[in-house]
T-cell receptor, first 116, second 114 residues
């Protein structure tokens, strides 16, 4: 049983298109995240939601819009895709220690986005 | 502000030898410290963490890390490296003052040669 799943695994698209990446976790965690990993493997947090509320919103172009329909899902929509958006996007989830968790983040397998 | 530094882009070690992957951090208050490993084309996997207690933390796959408050370091170690340990290792820090932001280091690629 996959703990954190992402779809699609690969996404190849043209500049200017709009695309979405979906993430689901079945761990019962309250917090979910989106990270971007660039070609140099640097991992940068983009967004975090706790109980469907946005709590971290890093300096990310407003073409990126996260949506959390419920606690188990955090989707990422990207408008007007640009070449520089090409990267691997990871979803993760965790449960805060104060809420009975371990603070450990569990990562999805990643979505490799290629913008042509 | 929180920050994490992994000073080595790559660490090379022969199989059977001990390995160390270095990490230093800066955070207000007491830190939550983590090590994660990333194998090719996979997501990050949790290895171990330090929150409080014994400075030597043991984790998965025989790895351990030592928290050193005076040196603000949390180096990852293993007594005897395996070829299968070759991967990308990330150190991460989170302040325990509330909030959910974890900062990851730039990563260190470990290459274990047979």
């Amino acid at each position: 049983d996959t703990a954190v799943s992402q779809t699609p695994k690969y996404l190849v698209t043209q500049m200017g298109n709009d695309k979405s990446i979906k993430c689901e976790q079945n761990l019962g965690h309250d917090t979910m995240y989106w990270y971007k990993q660039d070609s140099k493997k640097f991992l940068k947090i983009m967004f975090s939601y706790n109980n469907k509320e946005l709590i971290i919103n890093e300096t990310v172009p407003n073409r990126f819009s996260p949506k959390s329909p419920d606690k188990a899902h955090l989707n990422l929509h990207i408008n007007s895709l640009e070449l520089g958006d090409s990267a691997v996007y990871f979803c993760a989830s965790s449960q805060d220690e104060a809420s009975g968790g371990t603070d450990t983040q569990y990562f999805g397998p990643g979505t490799r986005l290629t913008v042509l | 502000a929180q920050s994490v530094a992994q000073p080595e882009d790559q660490v090379n070690v022969a199989e059977g030898n001990p390995l160390t992957v270095k990490c230093t951090y800066s955070v207000s208050g007491n830190p939550y410290l983590f090590w994660y490993v990333q194998y090719p084309n996979r997501g990050l996997q949790f290895l171990l963490k330090y929150i409080t207690g014994d400075n030597l933390v043991k984790g998965s796959y025989g790895f351990e890390a030592e928290f050193n408050k005076s040196q603000t370091s949390f180096h990852l170690k293993k007594p005897s490296a395996l070829v299968s340990d070759s991967a990308l290792y990330f150190c991460a820090v989170r302040a325990n003052t509330g909030g959910f932001k974890t900062i990851f280091g730039a990563g260190t690629r470990l290459f274990v040669k047979a």
